[in-house]
């Protein structure tokens, strides 16, 4: 029977696809699960936790078809902090309300507004982010003794700098080793997982060899149980959800982007679609389980989802099968986890943070020296040197700040004329001057957005128009894309100035989002329908047919084809006219 959804089309030769990936994606995983749960200064086990339960409920509640969801180097630097200030306990806190926030983002469908985050904020805090994990990972690469771990990168440094001299050649040598197979298997055996074969050789090695010698995760953390985890719910007090807001906020949007970005990458590797939404729906509600059970945070998992379509996945199974055997691994083989050398997990880090690093992305966007480069600089600066919270906030504000910048040198204000020599007789800036300019027709040509970042701009740069009270101020606002309120404010203000003098505002060329505002706000009524045009011709010629002909006796400006039609006599006589 076929399966609905994601599982359409299932049967039992695609179940064997899903049986091969799901467990090479399981084995890929033990070692990291272990490795991001040490980083992120919790023990091994909690990242096996995590691993289990949290991959399990994402594969089965997500949005993606090939997502492998667990514990991520994208976490380290804010769990770690979390676990440093406020305690574990807190942090199963924290993460639980990043569930509740994830499950809302999904619910009110905001999963389509996070790839509006600017790219230079994330490649910068990815960066960042790979910089504190791979130096996070030295003093185990060198056996350093009685190294402190701190919050700060440049306490960690000063650490490190002050105990180098008690590096230890034995953790030396098992890193090295390690590192060495890692590099090494992919040209071998492609099949089977370097970091996995790495760890299992330099572990061996380790204890056959120089036995004590190194650092353990059984000498460092105790051993590793071989049960699942119990059931705990953390107590929740009002003033431990009001601390812990902005680390779970920080958590639910690093997690969002993590997992969506990974949906991304699985859609273009397989050429499928995901639901963003229910995606972030899914790593809700897992984020919400996991903690009740000792887990960390996790999101998606960008390189398992990659191993995972290349193993051959054909469906959300191979993700709950991985988490299936983590599980079994976890209860049959336990205790040997424990003589894992702390020297052989750092290079398994230390090359998570290489490839995270998006380093040839970061320097193309340095190389281009534009605006985008000094926000990738300072999310990157922050993420390293202050916390990942302090880097995205000041990131995406001056991201914003850049952008509005921007888009006010785009707003162009330019006074035209009708220019007699070019085609159907266009306006152009170049034809207003001190000797050929009307003074009862004022028509300006409106380029860019009207928002609050140019508003101002706009306002001022017709207000010396205004100032001499012309008859009628034509408005074409053809190349204005998009208004928001501000800038329909200060139109307003133009048009009731306009109106108080008795100078008509003529508007042509409107497009649909301004003039919907301009309805909206009954803006649309005030200028009247009948003075909104769809071309400049049709608004000029209803114009010249409201030229007081009193202003124009003694003119010589001929600023329009029909005024050098009219001699001063003639004028003279539509004046007599008018009067009798």
């Known amino acids: 029977m076929k399966w609905a959804g994601r599982f359409e089309g299932y049967n039992q030769e695609a179940f064997k696809k899903d049986c091969i990936s799901g467990f090479i994606v399981g084995i890929i995983a033990i070692p990291l699960g272990m490795a991001f749960a040490i980083a992120s200064g919790v023990k091994p086990e909690y990242g096996i936790y995590t691993t289990i339960i949290a991959g ?157 010698k190194v650092a353990t995760i059984g000498s460092t953390f105790g051993d590793i149980p071989s049960t699942l985890p119990s059931f705990h719910f953390p107590e929740i007090t009002l003033e431990r959800l009001q601390k812990l807001l902005s680390p779970a906020l920080i958590i639910a949007i690093l997690g969002a982007i993590e997992s969506l970005l990974s949906a991304v990458v699985a859609d273009g590797m397989a050429r499928s679609r995901h639901n963003s939404n229910r995606e972030l729906i899914g790593q809700g509600i897992a984020n919400m389980v996991t903690p009740l059970f000792g887990g960390i945070p996790a999101t998606g998992a960008i390189a398992r989802t990659a191993t995972n379509i290349k193993s051959g996945a054909v469906s959300p199974m191979s993700g709950i099968i991985h988490g299936l055997v983590v599980m079994l691994v976890l209860v049959m083989l336990a205790p040997y986890a424990s003589h894992i050398p702390l020297a052989s997990m750092a290079p398994i880090l230390m090359l998570v943070a290489w490839n995270m690093s998006e380093r040839k992305e970061f320097k193309h966007i340095l190389q281009a020296k534009t605006s985008d480069s000094l926000v990738l600089l300072i999310t990157f600066l922050l993420t390293v040197f202050t916390t990942l919270t302090t880097a995205v906030e000041v990131g995406l504000v001056l991201a914003v700040l850049l952008f509005v910048k921007r888009m006010r040198d785009t707003l162009q204000v330019a006074k035209v004329l009708p220019d007699p020599s070019s085609k159907h007789e266009k306006v152009m800036p170049h034809m207003v001057t001190e000797s050929h300019d009307c003074p009862q027709i004022s028509i300006y040509t409106i380029e860019g957005p009207l928002f609050f970042g140019d508003a101002d701009l706009f306002e001022s740069s017709l207000m010396n128009t205004i100032a001499v009270r012309p008859n009628t101020l034509l408005l074409r606002m053809g190349h204005v894309p998009f208004m928001d309120m501000t800038g329909e404010a200060n139109l307003a203000k133009i048009v009731r100035q306009c109106a108080s003098q008795g100078t008509t505002v003529l508007i042509s060329g409107i497009q649909p989002q301004p003039k919907d505002v301009l309805q909206r706000t009954r803006l649309y009524s005030l200028v009247g329908e009948q003075h909104f045009f769809a071309h400049t011709g049709e608004a000029i010629e209803f114009a010249l047919s409201r030229l007081d002909v009193n202003k124009c006796l003694g003119c010589k400006h001929f600023a329009f084809r029909e005024c050098m039609t009219l001699s001063a006599p003639q004028l003279q006589d539509t004046h007599v006219q008018k009067m009798t």
């Open 56 to 212: 399990i409920l994402i594969s089965l509640l997500g949005g993606s078809r090939y997502q492998i969801g667990g514990p991520t180097g994208a976490f380290i630097p804010i769990l770690f902090a979390i676990v440093m200030q406020y305690g574990y306990e807190n942090l199963l806190i924290a993460g639980f309300m990043a569930g509740i926030m994830l499950v809302l983002m999904g619910v009110f469908r905001l999963g389509g507004l996070i790839k509006f985050i600017p790219r230079p904020v994330t490649i910068g805090f990815t960066a960042g982010i790979a910089v504190i994990i791979f130096t996070g990972q030295i003093s185990n690469f060198l056996g350093l003794q009685q190294v402190q771990r701190h919050e700060d990168f440049l306490s960690n440094m000063k650490e490190i700098a002050i105990h180098l001299a008690s590096f230890n050649l034995y953790s030396i040598g098992t890193a090295c080793l390690c590192l060495a197979i890692i590099l090494i298997t992919p040209r071998f055996l492609r099949s089977i997982p370097g970091s996995l074969v790495g760890l299992i050789i330099s572990s061996v090695v380790a204890v056959l060899f120089f036995e004590g």
